[in-house]
């Protein structure tokens, strides 16, 4: 008999760095990022919760410049679903849209 593993469950909390916020572009990038994870990925903004691997789940969040998300991953991969989090918020890329490399 096979014995599964419990899922792991993993959370940061980072703070939107781009002035913009979690726009159209950014949120298409982020979901690109996370859907290569098996795990189930959730941001809460205050009392709001999304599925991160839905576009339309993490626009309703409304999250503007500075707002604080709570990210968790549950899954099997869950350790790499947050470091691949971390890296795609730290690469200025993926934040800037294409803007002008002074506007942020």
């Given amino acids: 008999m096979e014995t599964l593993s419990p899922s792991l469950i993993r959370t940061i909390e980072i703070t939107m760095p781009g002035r913009l916020g979690f726009h159209l572009r950014v949120v298409a990038r982020f979901v690109k990022c996370v859907q290569g994870f098996r795990s ?12 991160g691997k839905s576009i339309l789940g993490l626009i309703v969040l409304g999250a ?5 998300l709570e990210i968790e991953a549950v899954g099997d991969d869950a350790i790499q679903a947050i470091e691949g ?17 002074n506007f942020y």
């Fill in 64 to 68: 503007a410049w500075n707002s604080k």
């Fill in 85 to 101: 989090i971390k890296d795609f918020f730290l690469n200025q890329e993926n934040i800037s849209s294409g803007l002008p490399k």
């Fill in 40 to 51: 189930t990925i959730r941001i809460r903004k205050g009392k709001i919760l999304a599925d």
